[in-house]
């Protein structure tokens, strides 16, 4: 299987969507790339064993991508062998009448990881910069002073909202967590092929909506605000891996692999055993087993 250097996928300058891949050549069979996943998750798993011991960092992963990218599938596969006590899954959705009485981040803020767990964000903060771009009209829900219409949006408030996004992410990464950010990037004809396997396959039909058709409407539009967004906010402390996702098994290896590469580089340790205890190991294991 192909060598793969992760940081290849890092957004470290303008990203141009046009010419990111969404598919690449692994040089391996799909069976080779399944194992080379699990094996991946394993490790991942164990070092999140350390990391709660550690308990020091924390762990944020954000998803986004277009429907039917393959965000949830991803996230059962990739943290599946880790300890359901170290990783918890928030999918954001449409804001609830109580979460649009605050500021669109408390919602994000409260989800974020303790000292030594994982959170995986399915969609994030970014929608606040992506499908209102799209559908404008969803600004008005929060109630911001100074706009009751759609043609009040002032247009710095994407700007303002880029520069709101980088200092959270820096405060947070600032304290000690570790900040992920993934796009998985697909096209539009394999995105027609997933939405048509829902329909065609019967066991599949309930993850369809007729909304996916509506919203494929604006597929150039969500591209540009994707392009935009990654570019204004992929940064040192938390950058964007833009991910090839046309094929899942692949993009499931990929992003796992580039959060083991980089969590390999930070001194996550268990924390040292007592002196008292190490000295009485003996000791405390005789009486253990001299118990009848």
């Not at 062998?81 to 804001?95: I, L, Q, Y």
């Not at 990881?113 to 606040?128: C, L, M, Q, V």
């Not at 200092?167 to 027609?192: M, P, W, Y």
């Amino acid at each position: 299987m192909k060598d793969i250097n992760t940081q290849d996928f890092r957004i470290t300058d303008i990203f141009d969507i046009s010419k990111a891949p969404t598919t690449i050549d692994m040089d391996a069979s799909e069976k080779k790339v399944r194992k080379a996943m699990k094996k991946a998750g394993r490790k991942l798993g164990k070092l999140q064993d350390k990391m709660y011991a550690n308990n020091r960092y924390s762990v944020l992963v954000c998803l986004q991508g277009m429907d039917t990218s393959g965000k949830d599938s991803l996230i059962r596969e990739v943290f599946r062998r880790f300890n359901a006590r170290g990783v918890n899954v928030f999918s954001f959705k449409t804001p609830t009448s109580s979460e649009l009485e605050h500021d669109y981040l408390w919602r994000h803020y409260i989800a974020l990881p303790e000292k030594g767990k994982f959170a995986i964000f399915n969609r994030s903060h970014y929608e606040n910069v992506l499908i209102t771009r799209v559908h404008p009209e969803f600004i008005l829900k929060e109630n911001l002073p100074g706009i009751t219409a759609v043609e009040e949006i002032p247009k710095d408030l994407w700007e303002e909202r880029y520069g709101q996004i980088n200092n959270f992410e820096k405060h947070i990464s600032q304290n000690g967590t570790l900040v992920f950010k993934f796009f998985l990037h697909i096209s539009k004809n394999e995105q027609k092929e997933r939405l048509l396997r829902r329909l065609n396959k019967e066991s599949h039909n309930w993850k369809f909506a007729p909304s996916d058709l509506d919203e494929r409407q604006f597929w150039g539009d969500y591209q540009k605000y994707f392009e935009e967004a990654i570019s204004q906010t992929s940064k040192k402390h938390a950058p964007w891996y833009v991910i090839p996702a046309d094929n899942k098994e692949t993009a499931r290896y990929l992003v796992a692999k580039t959060i083991l590469d980089e969590l390999c580089k930070y001194d996550i340790k268990e924390p040292a055993v007592d002196e008292e205890v190490l000295e009485n190991i003996n000791s405390y294991r005789i009486k253990l087993k001299g118990e009848k």
